[in-house]
């Protein structure tokens, strides 16, 4: 089935810097990627998503670019703010997998101020 | 419009004990899953429904069983409850076009003695 794994697993920027979070996948037939952040106590919350016939997409101070040669795809935010802080989530979904949505690790992204 | 309900947000059990978590949905999608998040783990996959009548397992589906009588409720029985079942358990829908996001209830946190 498929894995995801997603680095690093905690990720500490000034606010105003950049911010990097990247993810792999195993399955090739995976075909869309979305990311979801989830504040403290709150329920994950969908922020941006890319499908495989797109190599970028951006919304405001986020990006999502994919990469499905090396199956790896990474989230940006830029000008990062303290209200960015979170846990960020990718997922891939396959059609090996039934459309489920497989979910990395997490990462914990603090901005500090 | 209330999205996805779960109830109950918070529940103590002890080991032995069985309890159902409550998840309904308003938005007439075919398709709802169960989830559990543990710290470092990300969300995985218990059991998901693509419609009335029809369910399956995910990833970690031991110890838990799922039913869809309705399109709107998909509860999640613990038969026999477990210390290793200790986890925030969230309940998600997705539209029936596939929109590709998931709409995740608030959660719920269950803890067992």
């Known amino acids: 089935g498929e894995n995801v794994e997603q680095h690093p697993s905690t990720l500490s920027v000034q606010e105003g810097d950049s911010a990097v979070i990247k993810c792999t996948y195993s399955d090739s037939a995976s075909n869309y990627f979305p990311w979801y952040k989830q504040e403290l106590g709150k329920r994950p919350q969908l922020i941006i998503d890319i499908r495989s016939n797109v190599g970028e997409k951006k919304d405001q101070r986020i990006a999502v670019t994919l990469n499905k040669t090396a199956k790896h795809f990474s989230l940006h935010i830029t000008e990062t703010q303290p209200e960015d802080s979170a846990v960020y989530f990718c997922?891939?979904?396959?059609?090996?997998?039934?459309?489920?949505?497989?979910f990395g690790p997490g990462t914990r992204l603090s901005v500090l101020p | 419009n209330a999205g996805v309900t779960q109830t109950p947000k918070f529940q103590v059990l002890k080991t032995g004990q069985s309890m159902t978590l409550q998840c309904a949905q308003d938005?007439?999608?075919?398709?709802m899953s169960w989830y559990r998040q543990d710290p470092g783990m990300g969300l995985r996959l218990i059991h998901y429904s693509v419609g009335a009548g029809i369910t399956d397992q995910g990833e970690v589906p031991n110890g838990y069983n799922v039913s869809r009588s309705t399109t709107e409720d998909f509860p999640l029985r613990l038969l026999s409850a477990a210390p290793s079942q200790t986890s925030v358990y969230f309940c998600a829908s997705e539209g029936t076009a596939f929109t590709g996001e998931l709409f995740f209830g608030e959660g719920s946190r269950l803890t067992v003695l």
């Open positions: 938005m007439n999608h075919e398709y």
């Open positions: 997922a891939a979904i396959s059609d090996n997998y039934g459309q489920n949505f497989v």
